[in-house]
């Protein structure tokens, strides 16, 4: 089992982290991120046919004048114990 973690800190590497959490982290990056100037980039989940997927949907303008639009779907697949955390 792996060692417990307090609330705030960082997940170790390879170990579960909510979805929730890991969103904000990406939002927190691009937000961050020196050459972005704006982005209207989220990352969502939604359900179709009892299946789960993510979708990573937006547009990134940069400094030097790239766009990037981004556009990209996964299914997600739950492996272990089912958990409350999402």
Known sequence: MAPSRSSGSSPE??????FADYRD??????KDHPIIERHDVQIETYSAGGE??????GSVSCRNGVLLDIS????????GKR????
């Open 13 to 18: 590497k390879h170990e579960w982290e909510r």
């Open 25 to 30: 982290r990406f939002q927190k990056c691009l």
């Open 52 to 57: 789960t997927y993510v979708a990573v949907e």
């Open 72 to 79: 990209t779907y996964a299914e997600c697949e739950r492996r």
């Open 83 to 86: 958990s409350s955390r999402m």
